[in-house]
């Protein structure tokens, strides 16, 4: 259904281009190509991954982006999509990024539709983001971009003497995407047995709408958000069913967190807090449902030299009732500590007029040992093209949050011509 | 205690003598680069221009920055805020920068991508980055407090046909900057910087700054057409500034995060 909109959209888009011609409606988009090589790949091979355990590339596509974007004085409309070729699954389809009104009154800003909202301070590390995002875009090297997915649904944001207040209504919940089986990724599948598996829908009714708050306010130079999200895990959980069959569906969340960000010893302090009620499990005895949990990130960001920045977090995670969590965890789940601790550095080299650009993060967890490493080499070719070249590299405990992905570890490559 | 007024009274004859003995004759170096200052950064109570950057390296590759720069002052030499669109090229359009800048401090920082709706503060600990890839550092464009540097008038002489101060600057803080001396020539009539050379921590002539075109606007003299040619490498960047308008009451509004994530629209046309 997503998929047929994107395609309708995208014809609506090429129909409104002839139109902006005339009318000088601003029209821009790219055509970009990436590929991704897999660099690793393990030699137990589940039942459920046998098309990611023969393919040699996790990545192969091509793109073609148009976006459309008239703009008023009050008003503003913006329409982003896309046709994808995947050469790997030899499949075309279509894909709308974006799509909404905006409508803009003195001390109010709407906007309706499919819209990407991003919350918090993290570099990803997501404690108050907690919307939709494509982890199957990001693990395969496609640019950081894909990772944010957009919600269908009204934001609408009050501004009050130096106060906001946004409040985000979803009434179609959107899940991740995520490493699933019979996929070109792989990933741990404690379940890899049981081939037959089903997914609830995950809204089917209005009562199933997600709401967001965030309140947000600039002190002394300090950017100081509140948050509270009312929805559903976007992972989802899995329960074996007679048959046997494996049945996901997508269990009740609640967020509430906090952030801070501003300059301070030299450089950019970030500081962010979040507690995730996991109202299905709050007991903590269901294995197939997450526990409740805490989460804090601490981040400071620096320039080193001229355009050479360096970024540092700790971020920690913390399990509520981890007791009753091993007590009932199923054989081939992760084994996970009552607090996860990870580290991450991100070192960014700006050369050549800006023109080239070498980066590096690294994230890691000390205590599980999983980790993933991404160097990347951008140029800009011209102003209108670019060229990135770099590798994604997971490793460590095969069950571990980074450590499954091993066996998705790429050299990847994408060009992109924008207009 | 009526000895100390008296000599207090003494002190500040002194002063006053001092200040404007030379002043009849000639301006002392500090006070023509706070008014070079003021006339660079500060003119109007606000601004607002579109600017294009042409980058240019030395095997004449040419790449084009376009973006409408505002800029509303707070104080005359002090607090500023700038915000700054950018129309192309196109990897970085509809990108929204904002900064709040403070004398003496640093500047807060951020930076909106549309593509992930995030707002980015940027670390602004190094003054002499470039500024969007061209051989203008932050500094260039929002200005260099002249309480920076030691300052000494060389001579004067014309460029072209405009009679100027040449100052000589040093910073007082050698390690905070990547130049060991800069040499201006400061325009007698307008207070604008006609041409700065900067040099090296080897003393070798780094970077050159001329301001190619002056205009006066709305009673405001502006450098409408500046060129910074890094000498070592060979690159170059030539900014022009188009519809500049001063003084358009500005709100304070346009300078914040609401605005970062929704520019008004007259300034993505």
């Known amino acids: 259904m997503r998929r047929r909109l994107g395609l309708l959209l995208l014809a609506s888009l090429l129909v409104a281009r002839a139109a902006a011609a005339a009318e000088e409606i601003p029209l821009h988009g790219f055509v970009q190509a990436a590929s991704a090589y897999r660099l690793i790949q393990p030699d137990r091979c589940p039942r459920t991954q046998r098309l990611a355990c023969r393919e040699e590339f996790v990545l192969g596509e091509g793109r073609a982006r148009l976006e459309l974007t008239p703009r008023g004085g009050w008003w503003g409309l913006v329409a982003k999509g896309e046709l994808i070729g995947d050469a790997v699954g030899g499949e075309v389809d279509g894909d709308l990024r974006e799509g909404y009104l905006d409508l803009r009154f003195p001390a109010v800003d709407l906007r309706l539709g499919r819209q990407i909202v991003t919350w918090g301070v993290g570099d990803l590390i997501f404690i108050n983001d907690v919307f939709p995002k494509d982890w199957v875009a990001f693990i395969s090297g496609l640019p950081l971009e894909y990772l944010k997915k957009g919600s269908d649904g009204l934001s609408a944001t009050g501004h009050w003497a130096g106060t906001s207040l946004q409040v985000v209504l979803v009434p179609r919940f959107e899940p991740d995407t995520l490493p699933e089986a019979g996929g070109r990724l792989r990933f741990n599948d404690p379940m890899a047995a049981i081939e037959h598996r089903k997914t609830d829908d995950p809204s089917p009714a209005l009562e199933r709408t997600e709401a967001g708050l965030r309140l947000f306010r600039n002190v002394a130079g300090w950017d100081l958000s509140l948050y509270a999200y009312r929805g559903f895990h976007r992972a989802p959980a899995g329960e074996v069913e007679p048959g046997p069959r494996l049945r996901f569906f997508f269990p009740p969340l609640d967020v509430y967190g906090w952030s801070a960000q501003g300059a301070a010893l030299g450089g950019v302090v970030s500081l962010e807090g979040g507690y995730y009620d996991s109202r299905r499990d709050r007991s903590g005895r269901n294995p197939a449902v997450e526990n409740s949990r805490g989460k804090y990130l601490a981040g400071y960001q620096r320039e080193l030299a001229p355009d050479l920045t360096l970024g540092l977090q700790y971020a920690g995670d913390v399990m509520e009732d981890h007791d009753q969590y091993r007590a009932t965890r199923g054989p081939g789940m992760a084994n996970r500590p009552t607090i996860r601790h990870v580290l991450t550095a991100r070192l960014t080299q700006l050369l050549w007029n800006q023109t080239l650009r070498l980066g590096l993060f690294v994230l890691g967890s000390p205590n599980e040992g999983d980790f993933y490493v991404n160097p990347e080499v951008k140029y800009n070719v011209t102003d209108a093209l670019w060229a990135a070249l770099g590798v994604n590299l997971f490793g460590g405990p095969r069950r571990a949050e980074y450590g499954q992905f091993e066996g998705n570890s790429n050299l990847y490559a994408v060009v992109r011509y924008a207009f | ?269």
């Not at chain 2, 607090?79 to 129309?87: L, N, T």
């Not at chain 2, 006066?216 to 500034?241: A, C, D, P, Y």
């Not at chain 2, 346009?254 to 629209?265: G, I, N």
């Open chain 2, 1 to 269: 205690m009526a000895v100390t007024m008296r000599a207090g009274g003494w002190l500040i004859l002194a002063a006053v003598l001092s200040l404007v003995t030379p002043a009849a004759a000639q301006p002392a170096a500090e006070e023509i680069m706070a008014k070079a200052h003021l006339a660079m950064f500060y003119p109007g109570e606000d601004m607002r221009a579109r600017v294009t950057m042409r980058l240019v390296s030395r095997d004449g590759k040419e790449r084009v920055r376009e973006l409408t720069m505002s800029r509303r002052d707070l104080q005359d030499g002090g607090e500023q805020r700038y915000f700054i669109y950018f129309h192309r090229p196109p990897d970085v359009r509809d990108m929204t920068f904002l900064v709040w800048k403070y004398p003496g401090k640093d500047d807060d920082r951020w930076l909106y991508v549309p593509a992930l709706k995030l707002v980015r503060r940027i670390a602004a600990s190094d003054k002499r980055s470039s500024f969007a890839g061209s051989d203008f550092s932050y500094e260039d464009v929002s200005g260099r407090e002249p309480e920076e540097d030691t300052h000494k008038l060389v001579r004067e002489e014309k460029v072209g046909e405009r009679g100027a101060y040449v100052v000589q600057s040093a910073p007082k803080d050698p390690a905070s900057v990547d130049f060991s001396r800069k040499v201006s020539w400061i325009d007698k009539a307008t207070w604008l910087p006609l041409k700065e050379e900067y040099y090296d921590r080897r003393g070798e002539l780094s970077r050159l700054f001329t301001a190619e075109e002056l205009k006066e606007i709305q009673g405001f003299w502006t450098v409408t057409k500046r060129l910074m040619k890094n000498v070592q490498t060979g690159h170059r960047s030539e900014s022009v500034l188009a519809d500049v308008r001063y003084n358009q009451k500005l709100s304070p509004d346009l300078f914040s995060e609401r605005a970062l994530r929704a520019p008004p629209a007259e300034l993505s046309r």
